[in-house]
T-cell receptor, first 110, second 112 residues
Framework: RKEVEQDPGPFNVPEGATVAFNCTYS??????FFWYRQDCRKEPKLLMS???SGNEDGRFTAQLNRASQYISLLIRDSKLSDSATYLC???????????FGSGTRLLVRP | DVKVTQSSRYLVKRTGEKVFLECVQD?????MFWYRQDPGLGLRLIYF???????EKGDIPEGYSVSREKKERFSLILESASTNQTSMYLC???????????FGQGTRLTVV
């Protein structure tokens, strides 16, 4: 089993749609969780950290479910500019080592 | 803004050459990482360092070594480049708390 698993997609949605991605992780001792965004041929950039209580940043909402070991990202009112690959990132247990999922590709169409 | 700078955007090397990839960060981060990214395989950790002169193997260290003589600089060394090391190489740095990592722009290495 991979340490961090994501549905590769692509998710193809119209502008204005709401879309959600899930990511599962295998190490129950993991403490840090993030969503990154990566545009084609660019480096990954931090989208948001994921906190136990859930957190929101504009149209983006992230949730953590420790019991089931998954994190989610919800994007409301999708924009064309949201088209990208979204990477789920988890630290390995209590270490500083960051493990990346393979990414979920989102395509927002006009 | 955090700045992580990789020495080259594109690099072409011959099989058997020794290759140095340099990464510098300007935010006094303790942790630095080297990943490679390949289609369908995502980002895979090669090595990381949590302090000067400290290093730990990631998931795919074979064929690579690293050096961290100064806090701001983390070098990846391909001892004898091979064609299967053709890839995008990404350097990142982070504090220990929080662990948010910031990436350089990447080096696309082609080994011929």
């Amino acid at each position: 089993r991979k340490e961090v698993e994501q549905d590769p997609g692509p998710f193809n949605v119209p502008e204005g749609a709401t879309v959600a991605f899930n990511c599962t992780y295998s190490n129950s001792a993991s403490q840090s969780f993030f969503w990154y965004r990566q545009d084609c041929r660019k480096e990954p950039k931090l989208l948001m950290s994921v906190y136990s209580s859930g957190n929101e940043d504009g149209r983006f909402t992230a949730q953590l479910n420790r019991a089931s070991q998954y994190i989610s990202l919800l994007i409301r009112d999708s924009k064309l500019s949201d088209s990208a690959t979204y990477l789920c990132v988890v630290n390995e247990g209590s270490s500083y080592k960051l493990i990346f999922g393979s990414g979920t590709r989102l395509l927002v169409r006009p | 803004d955090v700045k992580v700078t990789q020495s080259s955007r594109y690099l072409v090397k011959r099989t058997g050459e020794k290759v140095f990839l340099e990464c510098v960060q300007d935010m006094d981060h303790e942790n630095m990482f080297w990943y490679r990214q390949d289609p369908g395989l995502g980002l895979r950790l090669i090595y990381f360092s949590y302090d000067v002169k400290m290093k730990e193997k990631g998931d795919i260290p074979e064929g690579y070594s690293v050096s961290r003589e100064k806090k701001e600089r983390f070098s990846l060394i391909l001892e004898s480049a091979s064609t299967n090391q053709t890839s995008m190489y990404l350097c990142a740095s982070s504090l220990s708390r929080p662990l948010e990592a910031f990436f350089g722009q990447g080096t696309r290495l082609t080994v011929v």
